[in-house]
């Protein structure tokens, strides 16, 4: 299953979505010196768009041999990673706003893992591409 470039690429986005279930999306040093982070895990929503998210590579891994479903499940991923940035901007300000006693606030790693899911992403796609080209030229040589 491995052993196409294309299910490294989901492999490594998968791993990357996983990531954010341990490292913070963003995080801030509060007035009296204690850090609070934003973690996925504490929405719901956050939680089980980012579960969906590591699922559907994991899923276009096991249909490699259906390029066409496993390009579909990529499109799938790629939309909801956008739609999982623009949650994270959302639930950012709930949190700023949550917390206004802030002296000093970032996004952190956790907030450039969606980025790097969507690059990886791509990279799979045209991998899929590729084949689908080699493939469609290999049967016309016959």
């Keep these: 299953m491995i052993q196409r470039i294309q299910s490294l690429w989901l492999l490594l986005a998968a791993a990357a979505t996983a ?9 801030g040093v509060l007035a009296g010196g204690e850090a609070k982070d934003l ?4 929405n719901y929503l956050l ?6 998210l590591v699922l559907f590579p994991a899923i276009a891994i096991a249909l490699f ?3 066409s ?5 990529i499109w799938l991923s790629l939309l909801l990673n ?22 000093s606030s970032v996004y952190k790693v956790g907030a ?31």
Excluded: C, H
């Excluded at 973690?39 to 504490?42: F, K, P, S, T, Y």
């Excluded at 940035?85 to 917390?99: C, H, K, P, R, S």
């Design 19 to 27: 990531l954010l279930f341990k490292l913070p999306v963003y995080g």
């Design 65 to 67: 041999k259906n390029r």
């Design 39 to 42: 973690l996925v895990g504490q």
């Design 69 to 73: 479903n496993q390009k579909k499940l």
């Design 82 to 103: 956008l739609v999982f940035i623009g949650l994270i901007w959302m639930e950012v300000g709930d949190f700023t706003q949550a917390n206004p006693n802030f002296t």
């Design 112 to 142: 450039i893992l969606p980025i790097v899911s969507i690059v990886l992403l791509v990279l799979a796609y045209a991998g899929i591409r590729k084949d689908e080209k080699l493939i469609a030229s290999a049967d016309r040589l016959r």
């Design 47 to 52: 939680f089980i768009v980012a579960a969906v």
